[in-house]
């Protein structure tokens, strides 16, 4: 019951992330200070893959690259942060998923020790019962060799059978 809720609460928050997102790109698009940073974030990034498209392309990367009008540096900034915020959440969702797995998986392996462990306390048990039932086999059959009633109860010293057949072949 409770892994069902988990996973559906896991996808809510990766669903509800996206709106979040949407808010926040906006409100970062209003607010002056974070403008201007984000304006310089957006101009560093546009360097950086106009740098490495020009590379994969083959084409001159010594060229200088204009920068992006403050309206298009803002978009492109607001859409990298709401990308990276969403990328956050699913991120961290699936840690949490990972995690939940891994204590749930050392839960079972913790359960599954314990019975090993019961499994070996009685089998050791059974294992000394079973030597203390050949000790009492044993006095018993040295106490009715000694009275002489081996032949009454039926007793048979196992080594003399053994000497009785090998003298019949």
Avoid: W
Wanted: charged share 30%; hydrophobic share 40%.
């Amino acid at each position: 019951m409770v892994l069902p809720l988990l996973k559906l609460g896991t996808l809510a928050v990766k669903t509800l992330s996206k709106p979040i997102a949407s808010r926040l790109k906006v409100q970062a698009g209003r607010h002056p200070k974070f403008r201007n940073f984000i304006v310089g974030i957006a101009q560093g990034n546009h360097r950086i893959t106009t740098q490495m498209q020009r590379r994969i392309y083959g084409h001159a990367t010594d060229v200088e690259i204009r920068p992006l009008n403050e309206e298009k540096a803002v978009q492109a900034a607001v859409d990298l942060l709401g990308e990276v915020f969403v990328f956050s959440v699913a991120v961290a969702a699936l840690i949490f998923e990972v995690q939940r797995s891994a204590r749930s998986e050392a839960k079972k392996e913790e359960l599954r020790r314990q019975e090993m462990e019961v499994l070996r306390q009685r089998d050791d048990e059974l294992a000394r019962e079973v030597e203390l039932l050949k000790s009492k086999l044993q006095e018993l059959d040295q106490l009715a060799q000694k009275r002489g009633l081996s032949g009454v109860f039926g007793f048979r010293h196992a080594h003399g059978e053994e000497s009785k057949s090998a003298a019949a072949n």
